[in-house]
């Protein structure tokens, strides 16, 4: 038995000394922010992340030593009352890699803004995110399948090895109120050289000096273990709960704000962006935990 899962003080908590999750209060709470307050949302962030000549991308990167070097990835579509599924979920499919001592931490995302794919996905999209313990990308197989197939639908599950991170990454100690998710991959395999130094060496550093945005964490796929393939990772925390004004603000960022470090995305002699988007939303976090 792994040592008691702790969870932030938000999240309340019934022990019975078992070391188990229990029942808990999930973060339900409206971020929407008022017109009026839009402007010093806005403005709040501006000096956020330091400025970076074009020549600065690769030196800004590191590998922090507040996310782990391999992670588990776990999308799930919920039916119905999303808290005791989610209930369910913890003591089926969390609890395991705790007491294995597969997993550190792990935090659940609510996706509450989809942007790609065009079709929707549904509002009961939820991403579990692991930092696990180790490099072992067949850690994947410590989750088990789910039993209960008419609550919970398991969409994808990967495995993945950091590349690198840039700002004040920490998803264990001091957890993001909600993040910016990407899943993408090269539009041509033959580019996929071309495609991970432009996106880790400027483009995941320019969205993260957006306002709002802490940090960002890169990850390439190792294992996919089922359900659709989930290519590239990159998860953007962002230091206030999901607002639509999010994604507005980063759009005026990357459209409107003048940086001589931002450069274009790079095209292949097809005109055709070596990137190429499968998944791109905004996820409220709904709960935290880490054993320790």
Same mark, same amino acid.
């Given at each position: ?108 995302? %609510?996706?509450?803004?989809?942007? +790609? ?64 998710? +990407? ?23 320019? +969205?993260?000096?957006?306002? %709002? ?33 999010? %994604?507005?603000?980063?759009? %005026? ?20 962006? +070596? ?18």
């Amino acid at each position: 038995m792994a040592e008691r899962i702790k969870i932030e003080p938000r999240i309340s908590e019934q022990a019975d000394g078992s070391g188990r999750i229990l029942r808990r209060e999930f973060l339900t709470r409206s971020a929407v922010i008022a017109t009026s307050g839009c402007s010093a949302l806005w403005m709040a962030g501006r000096a956020a992340m330091p400025g970076l000549a074009a020549s600065e991308g690769r030196s800004a990167m590191r590998i922090s030593e507040k996310t782990e070097n391999a992670l588990l990835l776990d999308m799930i579509r919920i039916k119905g009352d999303s808290e005791s599924v989610l209930q369910a979920y913890l003591e089926a499919q969390t609890q395991p890699l705790f007491d294995k001592g597969v997993a550190s931490s792990g935090n659940i995302y %609510h996706m509450r803004q989809q942007n +790609v794919p065009e079709s929707t996905l549904g509002d009961g999209i939820f991403f579990a995110a692991y930092q696990l313990t180790g490099e072992d990308p067949l850690a994947v197989r410590s989750l088990e399948q789910p039993r209960e197939q008419g609550r919970w639908q398991r969409l994808g599950l990967t495995s993945y090895s950091k590349i690198a991170d840039y700002g004040r990454p920490d998803p264990a100690g001091d957890s993001p109120e909600s993040i910016m998710i +990407v899943i993408s991959r090269p539009t041509d395999v033959g580019y996929d050289t071309l495609y991970n130094e432009w996106y880790t060496e400027n483009h995941m550093i320019d +969205v993260a000096k957006s306002p %709002h945005f802490r940090s960002a964490t890169r990850y390439r796929p190792e294992v996919q273990a089922s359900g659709v393939p989930l290519a590239y990772l990159c998860i953007y925390e962002i230091e206030s709960a999901y607002s639509p004004e999010l %994604h507005k603000g980063l759009m %005026h960022w990357l459209s409107e704000t003048p940086d001589d470090f931002r450069q274009e995305m790079p095209e292949t002699p097809a005109g055709e962006g +070596v990137l190429t988007l499968d998944i791109w939303g905004y996820c409220q976090r709904v709960w935290s935990g880490h054993v320790g």
